[in-house]
């Protein structure tokens, strides 16, 4: 996948996202790897996985300036709430930035039940946003379904990040196997407005279906949240222009008359086949986890370094 100036990066940092950015590298997904993880497990069968940890910024800065060149835009890959997609996420999201590359940050969300993790997600999140050109969440309940309740808790991770994998894989893989996919292109104009939300269908129970499901995520919504939103599928069943027009409809419907829609599909040979939707919001839209230091601060914010504790102007001169 060549991006302007040079073939996209994908960044999996912990867990989730080095098994989402593995499963995208497996199927040949073209594009440039990197893998970051606190744990050495994440990084096993992982060429050229990186345990940071006690890694400091600047050493984080310098193997990304390696890995990223001829790369002008990146991708980083992880789930928030545990040690090593909340800490890494933000510090490589900053390296990225810093070495001029567009970073889009996907970001999966714990689910509701792990209030434990909340917290540390909804800073992360925050941290993130500073450094990115746009942020795109996952929020892992969505998956919550009948049909997947008895499944064991690492069987469910592992399908999220299969499902995730293949709606990237979608947005990165161009037609013609030259310059950027139409799909990735709309996303990054997409996310000029910040931020946007990934949901996932899979589109073995019927078509329709996982297309009625996707309008009913938008309903919930709400049509003052949503700017745009970008439809496509990946795998053996394409969008018919019946399809389109069909959740065009009820989109619009939904969210207003002047709601851009976007679709398109990429075939593939694999049965499976999964439908996606990116909503983009608006700037002052609240996701489910949130920074709940950023409610007490306000428009004040947190020094960098923890040293220099809360960075607030008392409006006192300085003296010399």
């Known amino acids: 996948m060549e991006a302007s100036g040079g073939r996209v990066l994908v960044i999996g940092v912990g867990t989730s996202g080095c098994r989402i950015a593995g499963f995208m590298q497996q199927r040949e997904v073209d594009a440039k790897y990197m893998y970051a993880s606190l744990d050495e497990e994440d990084l096993f069968g992982k060429e050229g996985g990186l345990n940071m940890s006690g890694w400091d910024d600047s050493e984080v800065q310098r193997e990304l300036e390696a890995v990223s060149r001829g790369s002008s835009t990146a991708f980083v ?147 003052s949240e949503v700017d745009e939103v970008l439809i496509y599928s990946n795998g053996c069943r394409p969008i018919t222009f019946d399809q389109a027009r069909f959740s065009s409809e009820g989109l619009k419907g939904l969210l207003g008359e002047e709601t851009r829609l976007h679709y398109g599909s990429k075939l593939t040979e694999r049965r499976s086949s999964v439908i996606a939707m990116i909503a983009s919001l608006k700037r002052t839209t609240k996701l489910r986890v949130y920074d709940p230091v950023a409610e007490v601060l306000g428009d004040r914010s947190l020094d960098d370094d923890p040293e220099q504790g809360l960075d607030i102007d008392l409006g006192i001169p300085s003296l010399d």
């Open 77 to 223: 890959v992880a789930g928030l709430g545990g040690s090593s997609g909340s800490y890494l996420a933000p510090r490589l999201a900053k390296a990225c930035s810093a070495n001029d590359l567009k970073t889009i940050s996907v970001l999966l969300l714990p689910f509701k039940y792990q209030k434990w993790m909340e917290y540390r997600a909804g800073v992360a999140l925050e941290k993130v946003r500073k450094h990115s050109d746009g942020v795109l969440t996952v929020d892992r309940e969505q998956f919550v379904e009948e049909s997947v309740e008895e499944l064991p808790l690492n069987r469910l991770y592992e399908m999220i990040d299969g499902r995730v994998a293949d709606a990237l894989e979608a947005l990165l893989i161009g037609g013609t196997g030259r310059g950027q996919a139409i799909e990735l292109r709309k996303l990054l104009k997409m996310m000029e407005s910040g931020q946007a939300t990934l949901e996932v269908r899979d589109l073995s129970g019927g078509f329709d279906e996982g297309l009625a499901s996707l309008v009913r995520r938008a309903y919930s919504m709400g049509s």
